[in-house]
């Protein structure tokens, strides 16, 4: 599995004065990671290439979200992960309840990741999203179960 070409262009292009080399595996969960939360930030229809990419306007639904339209979010999240980042194997999403945090809602996105850069290497990757009441998505890798 691969980082996409635009990633990989500008890492040519930005100075390494550590010399630290990313590890493949976390370069591409890197990758994936910030593209998607570029795709669950862009509003649908915004980009005039594709109506279809992104989420509906998340700043309506962030604050009244209720079992229908948290249910409809839930679909809508994993639809555009499995039409625009492929490299997300068989996402799957569940609500978390947080009782600290009743400003934004959560959810643990799980899904496979192929590593390796030869061959098919899988692993389950495991996301923290946040939905804050602003209606923005953050994203953050799981750690630790």
């Given at each position: 599995m691969r980082t996409r070409i635009l990633e990989r262009i500008a890492n040519l292009e930005v100075p390494?004065?550590?010399?630290?080399?990313?590890?493949?595996?976390v370069a591409i969960?890197?990758?994936i990671m910030?593209?998607?939360?570029?795709?669950?930030?862009?509003r649908r229809g915004d980009p005039?290439?594709?109506p279809y990419y992104g989420l509906p306007d998340m700043a309506n639904i962030a604050g009244?979200?209720?079992?229908?339209?948290?249910?409809?979010?839930?679909?809508?999240?994993?639809?555009?992960?499995q039409l625009y980042e492929r490299r997300?194997?068989?996402p799957s999403i569940e609500q978390v309840v947080?009782?600290?945090?009743?400003?934004?809602?959560?959810?643990?996105?799980?899904?496979?990741?192929?590593i390796s850069e030869i061959g098919v290497v899988m692993r389950q990757f495991i996301l923290d999203l946040k939905l804050n009441s602003g209606g923005r998505i953050?994203?953050?890798e799981k750690r630790g179960f």
């Open positions: 390494n004065p550590t010399g630290v080399v990313v590890p493949h595996e969960k890197r990758s910030s593209y998607l939360e570029r795709l669950l930030n862009t005039a290439i594709d009244t979200l209720h079992a229908v339209s948290n249910v409809q979010l839930e679909r809508d999240i994993v639809e555009q992960i997300f194997i068989e947080d009782e600290k945090d009743s400003i934004a809602f959560r959810y643990e996105l799980k899904g496979m990741i192929d953050t994203l953050e």
